[in-house]
């Protein structure tokens, strides 16, 4: 194994032959850099898409600090590298290193792998093995570190089931420290007892420790899980190979949202980025039926607004960026909302400042709002209608009238902002052209309007993405669009905008969406497909560069599976997922009511005026009972204590099918 | 409106900061140090930064050069430490010094930069001195940079061996660095038959129009 010195070394003489050298070198104000002689356990976060846009995840920022705020552990980062820095670091047998201390990843005890999207799958892969790690969990001894991972995409992990030691399924604040903690035990417990340890036991070294991790709450150890299948290629069922592993693995979620960090790295380098982000609000009451993140975050937690702006201040200082943002998955209905942005507003106004509220709901409020964080109105104004009939709004269950739109575009324009960006998606179960088509009039219409009150200057750009069907959401049964009825949609809309040089339309390439689509819903025997696309080459699949569409289709071949099974399958009511042995607490006879609700075209309002029972509650009961009130949106749990002392773990969980 | 320079050094991971992102995070740190730095009008204000010579991607600094203008004068003397305790590692503020507002832009008065260069292969010390005699002799060394002739020969002001105690041989170097007669480092290690990767570079001194 190199030293950090010798990997030093061979970096001064190939960093300025690539591409933003400034990526793999390190040394950020706020990066934090520990002895590694003097820390018990060794954490690498990985994040594994390039420098540029990793840097600013917050989920890991949190885990970073949390970790190494530890004194008996540290946390250090890498990136994927980009395709010019591989083939160097392959030439010279660099191993992927750590930025922080340069120590090769292969020497640390943990390794934690960001998988918020499933485009990402083929660089963890790759990840692993510019590390001189093998990529199977099953080919990794006592030597090689504990490979996790967590992040959205993981709510299901089964087509990565392979790679991956333990999924971390749901937040990770708390679940990280069990995780060190259980590390730290079996270690020293390895060290006092050696080889006895294991007598009773068939296990190796390796095994005992991952059968030890399965004991957290939220940790999902893919190896200790069967599954079958029926004729037809569904899963038959996904059980425990041990008797002490849970059947169902429910997600982890703090009670409240411990403080936000503030000391954002600082790059040396452009970013994508380059701003401090304050999560205001984690999870969503809306229940569009399209929305992962919607119905996984739940339940809804505020941050007061308090506690935002310290944290704002804090990180503005640490920082000296440029840009705020306000993060969460609907900034409309953050409770003090108006006090919030009138506070932030005061308190930064003049320095210099962008501040980001992002999704807004479409009224006029939300211009009440983004005119008090604007010093100036030359940027534009983002919202996002997702439909253009009023059918598919209610299939989707994001319900806004053709009049609230253009009111408030028209307003928008009228005072002062020139460009307003609307995303649509295609693609919604059930969408015709005709709703498609209803998109372009729209649009039309809202130029239209907008010039009668800010004249000709005015702009729109029309983002119009792909639906994908994610698991644990009421879309979880239905059907893609095939590629001709994306395309049929997308040649429909780029027709009706070519003449007007006022509307700027973007889209995505629905071949990029099937490997989401395929991967999205994908079962285990979809690791094999991942393997052999990687190893064809596949890698950084979000990017127009490693686009390998061929590559991926090739590789379903060789491992006898057709694609169209994941993706152009209407699931049958009584399917078992493979994702079934993990909720997110959002139970399937819910997703399934709703998913009706749907088909019906039936309208369920934001949860926090009526509660529709989705799972959360019952399952987090006595979590919510020790934190009342405001702190969560969900109602207050009033009944008596239960006697067990047990919480979450041992409450009755959403079982199977019910 | 006040004027103060600033020398300071770029070392370790700052080596590989372009110039441009390092305008934004001199803009960053100044702001992290809350001084009053004054921005430009229009529409997109940007801060009065100027960096008197760029420097190369890669190559460290022991006295690098800029100018800033502040809103309102500040105390000088702990200008060093206030801005120390907000850079990041490899950037170091070792001067400031107010200068006179109407004073010409700092890039105009920029004459030649010195640097020396470690040699990480190991090299016969007779033989460079040799080989440098031989160029420091001759009047003209027509070179081509992107396509375009030009003579290397006239922007070398000093060109040396140092043969250290230790054994150890390294090369100093003064080049002209004016505006549109820059002669570059690397230019002349080729010239030298010494591979560019195998060295470490650093820029020890700016000299101005004085």
């Known amino acids: ?658 | 409106m006040t004027r103060i320079r600033i020398t300071f050094t770029k070392q370790g991971a700052l080596r590989y900061t372009g110039h441009l992102d390092l305008h934004r995070l001199l803009e960053r740190a100044a702001r992290r140090a809350e001084l009053p730095l004054a921005y430009s009008q229009g529409f997109h204000p940007q801060p009065k930064i100027s960096i008197a010579a760029a420097l190369p991607l890669g190559f460290a600094s022991r006295a690098e050069v800029l100018d800033m203008k502040l809103e309102q004068e500040i105390d000088l003397n702990d200008l060093p430490a206030r801005l120390n305790a907000t850079l990041p590692t490899g950037l170091q503020v070792l001067k400031a010094e107010l200068v006179d507002e109407r004073a010409p832009a700092l890039q105009t008065q920029v004459l030649s930069a010195t640097y020396e260069v470690r040699l990480t292969e190991p090299v016969i010390g007779a033989e460079l001195t040799r080989r440098v005699k031989e160029m420091m002799a001759i009047e003209s060394l027509p070179r081509e940079r992107r396509n375009k002739p030009y003579d290397l020969r006239p922007l070398i002001e000093m060109l040396s061996v140092v043969t250290e105690s230790s054994g150890e041989v390294w090369l100093r170097m003064t080049l002209a660095a004016r505006e549109g007669a820059t002669g570059r480092p690397e230019e002349v290690l080729n010239a030298l038959g010494i591979e560019f990767e195998t060295t470490k570079i650093e820029r020890t001194k700016l000299i101005f129009i004085s």
């Open chain 1, 1 to 658: 194994m190199l030293t950090p010195e010798q990997i030093e070394n061979k970096l001064d003489r190939i960093l300025l032959r690539v591409q933003k050298p400034g990526r793999y070198v390190g040394g950020e104000l706020n990066s934090t850099v520990k002895s590694w002689d003097s820390a018990r356990t060794r954490v690498a976060l990985v994040f594994p898409d390039i420098y540029d846009i990793g840097v600013s995840n917050v989920g890991l920022k949190i885990l970073y600090d949390l970790i190494n705020q530890r004194d008996d552990a540290l946390a250090e980062r890498a990136y994927a590298p980009w395709f010019d820095m591989e083939e160097l670091m392959r030439q010279n047998e660099i191993p992927l290193y750590a930025l922080e201390s340069k120590q090769p990843l292969a020497c640390f005890d943990l390794i934690g792998i960001s998988l918020p999207y499933e485009t990402l799958y083929t660089n963890a892969l790759n990840i692993l093995d510019l590390s001189g790690i093998p990529v199977r969990s099953l080919d990794r001894d006592e030597s090689h570190p504990v490979i996790i991972a967590g992040g959205h995409s993981t709510m299901n992990p089964e087509p990565m089931y392979a790679f991956i030691d333990a999924f971390v399924i749901g937040e990770g604040e708390e679940a990280i420290q069990d995780v060190i903690n259980t590390i730290q035990d079996f270690k020293a417990k390895r060290k006092e007892e050696g080889n006895t340890l294991f007598h009773l036991s068939s296990f190796d070294a390796r095994t005992e420790l991952l059968h030890q991790l399965s004991k957290i709450q939220g940790i999902y150890v893919p190896r200790f899980y069967e599954a079958s299948y029926l004729d037809d290629g569904t899963v038959a069922a996904i059980e425990p190979t041990l008797p002490d592993v849970p059947k169902i693995v429910t997600k982890r979620i703090v009670a409240v949202l411990p403080p936000p960090p503030t000391k954002f790295i600082v790059p040396n380098i452009d970013i994508v980025h380059n701003r401090v982000s304050v999560e205001i609000m984690r999870g969503c009451t809306r229940g569009c039926r399209f929305c992962h993140a919607g119905m996984i975050t739940r339940p809804i937690r505020e941050r007061s607004v308090d506690e935002v702006l310290e944290a704002a201040e804090a990180a503005l200082k640490a920082t000296g960026f440029e840009e705020l943002a306000l993060l969460s998955l609907s900034s409309s209905d953050y409770t003090n909302v108006l006090e919030l942005v009138t506070r932030v507003g005061e308190k930064f106004a003049g320095k210099h400042l962008k501040i980001g509220l992002p999704s807004l709901r479409i009224e006029s409020v939300s211009i009440d709002l983004m005119e008090k964080l604007k010093d100036s109105r030359s940027g534009g104004f983002t919202l996002a209608p997702e439909a253009a009939t009023e059918r598919m709004r209610r299939i989707i269950n994001k319900y806004i009238s053709d009049d609230d739109i253009i009111e408030t575009t028209r307003e928008i324009y009228r005072r002062g902002w020139t460009t307003i960006k609307l995303y649509f998606m295609i693609g919604h179960p059930s969408e015709t052209l005709e709703d498609v088509q209803a998109i372009a009039e729209l649009c039309k219409r809202v130029l239209l309007e907008g010039r009668k009150v800010a004249g000709m200057r005015i702009k729109l750009n029309v983002g119009v993405s792909t639906f994908v069907p994610k698991s644990q959401t009421p879309f979880q049964w239905v059907s893609c669009d095939t590629p001709e009825q994306i395309k049929a949609k997308q040649s429909l809309l780029k027709r009706e905008f070519i003449r007007d040089k006022n509307i700027k339309l973007s889209w995505t390439d629905a071949e990029d969406s099937f490997l989401e689509a395929w991967l999205s819903r994908g079962d285990r025997r979809l690791a094999e497909v991942i393997y052999t696309a990687w190893m064809n080459g596949a890698k950084f699949d979000a990017w127009f560069e490693g686009r390998k569409y061929q590559t991926w289709m090739d590789s379903f071949a060789e491992n006898g599976l057709d694609p169209l099974f994941y993706t152009h399958r209407q699931r049958r009511t009584d399917e078992v997922f493979p994702w079934e042995h993990i909720t997110a607490a959002v139970r399937k006879s819910f997703l399934f009511q709703d998913f009706r609700q749907s088909l019906e075209g039936k309208i369920r309002v934001d949860c926090r005026l009526d509660c529709f029972a989705c799972g959360i509650l019952p399952t987090f009961a006595n979590m919510r009972r020790d934190n009342p009130g405001d702190v969560w949106k969900c109602p207050d749990v009033k009944s008596p204590q239960s006697n067990n002392p047990l919480s979450v773990s041992s409450m009755k969980l959403p079982m199977v099918g019910d």
